[in-house]
C-alpha cells in the first residue's frame, strides 16, 4: 500500500495545456474519485499517475518514492480499464494468475492466490469457466482480481462500470467499494457519473477544463461546493441556478437551491407556479415547476403526493439551505 502526492503536475501535448497545476495528496489506503465531465482530463491525469502518460512538469511521489521517471512496472501500481481485455481461451482462473505466471510463481503460489482473489470477489464456482460464459459484471470482477493477485501499492481504476447495465452498475459499485474496505488498499477511480463519485468515495477531485475545481469529502462538496460548477456537478436532481430579481433579493448574482430544500405551502411570500411534469419514483415524487422569474425549477419531494401537470403549486426556498454565488461563480459569505 502507499500514498500519492501531486505537486504541481501539468500535461501538455505541444503547445497546448491540457491539465494545469494539479496539487494532491492522497493517503495511503483511501478511495479517491476523479469526477469531471468528458474532456476535464480525469482519465489523462490517471494514465499519468499510471505512467502510460509523460509528466509534462511537477512532480509524482508513490509511496515517497520520486516516480516521474519510473516505468508503469516499477510503479507497482495494477490498473482496471473500462474493457475487461480478457483472453478468451483461457479460464477465470488463468486470466486471474497470468500475470504471476509471466512473473514464473510456481503453480502453487498462483493458485492461492488466485483462490483469495476469488473469495474476496465472489468469483469461486467460476474459476473453471471461460469469459464467454459469464456475465459483464462477472467478466468486470475477473479484471478486477486479475489486479488483486499482483498485490499492488495503487489501484487504478478508469470507467470500470460503464459497459454494464444500470442494475449490474450498481451491484459491482457495492462490490468495488466492498472490495476496499477488506483489501485496504489505496484506490484512484475514474468517472463521469456523480452517483458513483458520491457512494464510493471517501475524497473525491473535482476536475473542470483541466483544473481542480474542489478536493474533499463527498458530503463536502454537497454541502460547500467551491464554485457553482461543482455546485450543479454534484447532487442528483441538480441544483437550481436562479438569476434575476429572486437572486438580488438575497443579494447573489446567482442563487442556488437544491431541489429537496423547497416547501410547498401557502402562498404567502412563496413563488407560484405551473407543474409542467411530475415524475413519481414512490419514494420521492420530483415536480417540474415553471414559475415567473425563476424558469423551470425541480423539486424533489420526499415520499409519495398528489400534484399534478397544470397545478400551481407555492414554493418556499428553506433561507439557510440557499446558496449565493457572484458573477464568477464564486459563492458568497451567507
Not at 438569476?243 to 411570500?269: L, N, S
Not at 415536480?287 to 423551470?296: D, H, M, P, T
Request: charge should be negative; charged fraction near 20%.
Amino acid at each position: 500500500m502507499a500514498g500519492l502526492e501531486l505537486k504541481n503536475l501539468s500535461k501538455a501535448y505541444g503547445q497546448t495545456e491540457v491539465l494545469h497545476d494539479i496539487n494532491l495528496s492522497i493517503a495511503d489506503g483511501e478511495f479517491i474519485v476523479f469526477v469531471g465531465p468528458s474532456g476535464c482530463g480525469k482519465s489523462i491525469l490517471l494514465r499519468m499517475i499510471a505512467g502510460l502518460e509523460e509528466i509534462t512538469g511537477g512532480e509524482l511521489t508513490i509511496g515517497g518514492t520520486r516516480a516521474n521517471a519510473l516505468s508503469p512496472k516499477q510503479r507497482d501500481i495494477a490498473m482496471v480499464f473500462q474493457s475487461y481485455a480478457l483472453y478468451p481461451q483461457m479460464t477465470v482462473a488463468e486470466n486471474m494468475g497470468f500475470s504471476l505466471s509471466l512473473e514464473r510463481k510456481s503453480k502453487a503460489e498462483i493458485a492461492e492466490k488466485v483462490q483469495e482473489a476469488a473469495d474476496a470477489l465472489q468469483l469461486g464456482p467460476y474459476l473453471d469457466r471461460k469469459p464467454g460464459q459469464l456475465s459483464g459484471g462477472q467478466r468486470q470482477r475477473v479484471a478486477i482480481g486479475r489486479a488483486i493477485v499482483r498485490k499492488p501499492k495503487v489501484f487504478l481504476l478508469d470507467e470500470p462500470l460503464s459497459n454494464l447495465d444500470a442494475a449490474l452498475r450498481s451491484e459491482t459499485r457495492v462490490e468495488i467499494s466492498e472490495l476496499h474496505q477488506r483489501v485496504e488498499t489505496t484506490m484512484i477511480y475514474v468517472t463521469h457519473d456523480q452517483v458513483e463519485a458520491m457512494t464510493m468515495a471517501d475524497r473525491i477531485v473535482v476536475l473542470n477544463g483541466g483544473y481542480i475545481e474542489q478536493f474533499g469529502s463527498p458530503m463536502d462538496l454537497y454541502n460547500n461546493p467551491a464554485s457553482e460548477f461543482v455546485a450543479g456537478f454534484i447532487g442528483s436532481p441538480k441544483m437550481n441556478f436562479i438569476t434575476g430579481p429572486h437572486a438580488q433579493a438575497v443579494g447573489a448574482a446567482t442563487m442556488g437551491v437544491r431541489p429537496e430544500h423547497f416547501d410547498i405551502g401557502p402562498a404567502d411570500d412563496a413563488w407560484s407556479g405551473k407543474v409542467t411534469l411530475v415524475e413519481r419514483l414512490g419514494h420521492d415524487t420530483v415536480l417540474y415547476v415553471n414559475v415567473v422569474g425563476a424558469g423551470s425549477l425541480t423539486v424533489n419531494l420526499s415520499g409519495q403526493h398528489d400534484q399534478g401537470v397544470g397545478d400551481t403549486v407555492h414554493l418556499k426556498p428553506r433561507p439557510e439551505f440557499i446558496h449565493k454565488f457572484d458573477q464568477n461563480g464564486r459563492p458568497l459569505s451567507v
